[in-house]
T-cell receptor, first 111, second 109 residues
Framework: QKEVEQNSGPLSVPEGAIASLNCTYS??????FFWYRQYSGKSPELIMF????GDKEDGRFTAQLNKASQYVSLLIRDSQPSDSATYLC???????????FGKGTTLSVSS | EADIYQTPRYLVIGTGKKITLECSQT?????MYWYQQDPGMELHLIHY???????EKGDLSSESTVSRIRTEHFPLTLESARPSHTSQYLC????????FGSGTRLTVV
């Protein structure tokens, strides 16, 4: 089992819809969870991080964490074509030494 | 505005050459990292450092080496480049979440 798993997609949504991106992780001791956006040919950029169970909102983005289910999600409201990118889920390992990344989910928002 | 800089942005080099990929950050972060990413694949940690004179190997076996003589500088060296080293190399530094540099796309021919 991979440490951080994401559906590679592509996930296609129309402009204005809600995009839901999901991630599961294997290390039950993980404490910190991050979502990055990566445009083609570019480096990842941090969107949000979440440490506690529940929801965390930042503008059009909401991160959701359920440690019992080892599940993290990212909701993007009012999706825009500029949101089209690969979204990477990352989990800090229990030792706290580094982030472990999933393969990413490709999102395509059509206008 | 990028506070972490990688050079070169692109590099095409012949087999057997020695190369150094540069990474510098101006944020004063103690923690720095090197990741390798192939197209469509996840980032794999190859080296990390928690401060000056501290370096550790990551999860992915790599023939590269790193040094951390100054807080702001974390270069990666390949003594003898091979085609299997062709990849994108991403440097990052962290306080909480990571800030990535723009990456070096290396092609070994």
């Amino acid at each position: 089992q991979k440490e951080v798993e994401q559906n590679s997609g592509p996930l296609s949504v129309p402009e204005g819809a809600i995009a839901s991106l999901n991630c599961t992780y294997s290390d039950r001791g993980s404490q910190s969870f991050f979502w990055y956006r990566q445009y083609s040919g570019k480096s990842p950029e941090l969107i949000m991080f979440i440490y506690s169970n529940g929801d965390k909102e930042d503008g059009r983005f909401t991160a959701q964490l359920n440690k019992a289910s080892q599940y993290v999600s990212l909701l993007i409201r009012d999706s825009q074509p500029s949101d089209s990118a690969t979204y990477l889920c990352a989990v800090k390992n229990q030792a706290g030494t580094a982030l472990i990344f999933g393969k990413g989910t490709t999102l395509s928002v059509s206008s | 505005e990028a506070d972490i800089y990688q050079t070169p942005r692109y590099l095409v080099i012949g087999t057997g050459k020695k190369i150094t990929l540069e990474c510098s950050q101006t944020m004063g972060h103690d923690k720095m990292y090197w990741y390798q990413q192939d197209p469509g694949m996840e980032l794999h940690l190859i080296h990390y450092s928690y401060g000056v004179n501290s370096t550790e190997k990551g999860d992915l076996s790599s023939e590269s080496t790193v040094s951390r003589i100054r807080t702001e500088h974390f270069p990666l060296t390949l003594e003898s480049a091979r085609p299997s080293h062709t990849s994108q190399y991403l440097c990052a530094s962290s306080q909480n979440g990571y800030t990535f540099g723009s990456g070096t796309r290396l092609t070994v021919v």
